[in-house]
T-cell receptor, first 112, second 117 residues
Framework: SQQGEEDPQALSIQEGENATMNCSYK?????LQWYRQNSGRGLVHLIL?????REKHSGRLRVTLDTSKKSSSLLITASRAADTASYFC????????????FGDGTTLTVKP | DAGVIQSPRHEVTEMGQEVTLRCKPI?????LFWYRQTMMRGLELLIY????????DSGMPEDRFSAKMPNASFSTLKIQPSEPRDSAVYFC???????????????FGPGTRLLVL
């Protein structure tokens, strides 16, 4: 089964609203990363959070990590139509350093 | 920097034919990853190399799949013979070696969209 699983599978919001996506994983991790994929394109790295960190910010992105619950969330504030994409979490574990396992992704649609 | 380069971008072939996908990683990166993405199975890691050496090929689905990295700037993924169920988007990604002070971020190429008829 997948190490990282995103929730929800699909999310549709209006421009200006905030979007929250969640990722749960099963085994202890070294780090967790969020990637974005526009339709027909490759994945683009957004942000990395390490196992000893609880929160990170990058522009309109905020990522939290709760290692006790084995979960992470990605918050996009003041969403824009251009944020429409699929968002994936990827986890790297102690036993698989250098190799990240991707979840199935959350498809975000931001309506103008 | 041109980023990760993949070719071809699209490939349509008939069942039984050999398919070769190519990847040029970002200069200075010495970890290279091959992924396959489908609607049914999502993004799957097929194989990854570090310093041109295959480290983990447990994701390679069958013996019909093979990958090589003859030097630091080139890798191929070959499917022989191809089957309709191999139809997918194949991504190559590269990253710097952690032990050399690199980071975990992977940089993805644009992908090769493969259709096997």
């Amino acid at each position: 089964s997948q190490q990282g699983e995103e929730d929800p599978q699909a999310l549709s919001i209006q421009e200006g609203e905030n979007a929250t996506m969640n990722c749960s994983y099963k085994t202890s991790i070294n780090n967790l990363q969020w990637y974005r994929q526009n339709s027909g394109r490759g994945l683009v790295h957004l942000i990395l959070i390490r196992s000893n960190e609880r929160e990170k910010h990058s522009g309109r992105l905020r990522v939290t990590l709760d290692t006790s619950k084995k979960s992470s969330s990605l918050l996009i504030t003041a969403s824009r139509a251009a944020d429409t994409a699929s968002y994936f979490c990827a986890t790297e574990t102690n036993t698989n350093a250098g190799k990240s396992t991707f979840g199935d992704g959350t498809t975000l649609t931001v309506k103008p | 920097d041109a980023g990760v380069i993949q070719s071809p971008r699209h490939e349509v072939t008939e069942m039984g034919q050999e398919v070769t996908l190519r990847c040029k990683p970002i200069s200075g990166h010495n970890s290279l990853f091959w992924y396959r993405q489908t609607m049914m199975r999502g993004l799957e890691l097929l194989i990854y190399f570090n310093n041109n050496v295959p480290i983990d090929d447990s994701g390679m689905p069958e013996d019909r799949f093979s990958a090589k990295m003859p030097n630091a700037s080139f890798s191929t993924l070959k499917i022989q013979p191809s089957e309709p169920r191999d139809s997918a988007v194949y991504f190559c990604a590269s990253s710097r070696d952690r032990s050399a002070g690199g980071e975990e971020t992977q940089y993805f190429g644009p992908g090769t969209r493969l259709l096997v008829l």
